[in-house]
């Protein structure tokens, strides 16, 4: 067993973006455009009017949800190469670290083997069943976000007076975006309608057509906007679980101590959510205490962790204000 100084991170944070695998940016927009398209797919399922028998609800109720999530599958691939990546580039930088550490005679041999032979086998299986659980969580999220804007305009549909048309076209433009965009969407709507109306020489239903067209396009943009967000988020958790991988290599292969811990580490830009989390310590395949095994915490979070040599007293003196807490919660 090999360890560097103590408390010395055995890695460096994840690169910067132009010394990054320009790979990485490509598996991003893949992800992206997947998400995208997928979302216009069910967009598209909304029939041009809802009808007066047909309410929001009974809508939502029809779609087909695991043709929605089939339509997700494809995402696999790219994360699962993200995770692949950065994992073992996590391995190399490590083993470069812990060699010069340790002096190049000891293990010098064995960093030549491992690379050149590119049997990065925990890696490998982490990266499938990392991807498998990240498009998992996409799907659902996404989907719950999608049910939740169906039952707000069904209860804005039993308030108001809407026609079937108006309930469709609000509906196909509320699909896969948040609150506050649907609402911009419903804003160029109305500027639009009122706009061609002001001259009195455009018919009702030709400024309704343009106000129709333009919030369409409007929540096409939003929407291509949420999708690239999204798949920047997950590539950035792909990215650190593959660092979580790595160690798994490391810890497998007997390059790092089985108690090594990890540490919560703020991005490039540090987020006020984050701030509770930096430098909290915890053991390296433990969930921080947020719940998460490793960063992000939430969207365009850039946080990172880096793996730390154990440290007994550290986790036992842990563990005792562990204990003291939740005597003090139970008392
Ligand atoms: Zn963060």
């Keep these: 067993m090999i360890l560097v100084s103590r408390r010395a991170p055995l890695s460096k944070a994840a690169l910067p973006d132009d010394e990054r695998d320009p790979e990485v940016g490509g598996h991003e ?18 029939p041009d009017d809802l009808g007066a028998g047909t309410s929001v609800e009974e809508f939502g109720r029809g779609i087909d949800w695991m043709e929605f999530s089939e339509r997700f599958t494809d ?16 391995v190399k930088q490590m ?17 030549e083997e491992v690379v ?5 086998e925990v890696i490998d299986q982490a990266a499938v069943a990392f991807a498998e659980q990240l498009a998992g969580q996409l799907v659902v999220e996404i989907s719950d976000g999608i049910r939740a804007a169906i039952a707000d305009l069904a209860m804005q549909a039993t308030l108001g007076d809407l026609t079937g048309a108006q309930l469709a076209r609000k509906l196909r433009s509320v ?3 948040h609150a506050a965009w649907r609402a911009a969407v419903d804003k160029t709507y109305d500027r ?21 067209k333009a919030s369409e396009a409007k929540a096409k943009a939003l929407l291509n906007r949420r ?6 988020t997950e590539t950035q958790r792909a990215q650190n679980l593959g660092k979580y991988a790595g160690w798994q290599e490391q810890v497998s292969a007997g390059w ?3 108690d090594s811990l990890k540490e919560w580490e703020e991005g490039r830009d540090p987020c006020d959510t984050c701030a509770p989390l930096v430098g909290q310590i915890v053991r390296w395949d433990e969930p921080f205490s947020n719940g998460m095994l490793m960063p992000p915490d939430h969207p365009s979070c850039r946080c990172t962790a880096n793996m730390l040599p154990p440290d007994d007293e550290f986790v036992a003196t842990m563990n005792e204000q562990r204990a003291a807490r939740e005597l003090a919660a139970a008392a």
């Design 175 to 177: 699909v896969g975006l």
């Design 29 to 46: 927009a893949k992800v992206g455009q997947i998400i995208y398209s997928a979302i216009l797919w069910l967009a598209r399922t909304v």
């Design 227 to 232: 999708a690239w967000n999204i798949a920047r």
């Design 75 to 90: 995402v696999r691939d790219p994360l699962r190469k993200v995770v692949l990546q950065a994992g073992r580039d996590e």
């Design 116 to 120: 050149v032979d590119g049997a990065f």
């Design 95 to 111: 083993r470069t670290t812990i060699r010069k550490a340790a002096g190049d005679v000891a293990v010098g041999t064995a960093v």
């Design 192 to 212: 639009t309608l009122a706009a061609a109306l002001a001259d009195g020489k455009t018919t009702v239903a030709r400024a309704t057509m343009l106000a129709t």
């Design 256 to 258: 790092v101590a089985p």
